[in-house]
Nanobody, 120 residues
């Protein structure tokens, strides 16, 4: 059973930094992208940042210039450095891994989520 394990969340003051990490507990085949989503109370889950197997990155406009996503070559893991954190960054952050050669349900793996709280 493959699981994504997240760590690095916590409580930080505005302007501070956190680093989130995510790693698969088992082998995942044909991973095409990994990324981070977040969901704040009352909001829809949204993409924060992603990185493809080719190294292409994508960021939500709200975090551009502040967050940096990276992956370790040869490993199904992803990091996200979060700097200059703002209270509006407060959310549960979820790691996601996408599989290629897959249709329907079961094409993505999700972590359990890690809470990030940014105080004013």
């Amino acid at each position: 059973q493959v699981q994504l394990v997240e760590s690095g969340g916590g409580l930080v003051q505005a302007g501070g930094s956190l680093r989130l990490s995510c790693a698969a507990s088992g082998k995942i085949f044909h991973v095409t992208a990994m990324g981070w989503y977040r969901q704040a109370p009352g909001n829809e889950r949204e993409l924060v940042a992603s990185i493809t197997s080719g190294g292409t990155t994508k960021y939500a406009d709200s975090v551009k210039g502040r967050f940096t996503i990276s992956s370790e070559r040869g490993k199904n893991s992803v990091l996200m450095e979060m700097n200059s954190l703002k209270p509006e960054d407060t959310a549960v952050y979820y790691c996601k891994a996408d599989r290629g050669f897959c249709i329907g349900s079961g094409c993505s793996y999700w972590g359990q989520g890690t809470q990030v709280t940014v105080s004013s």
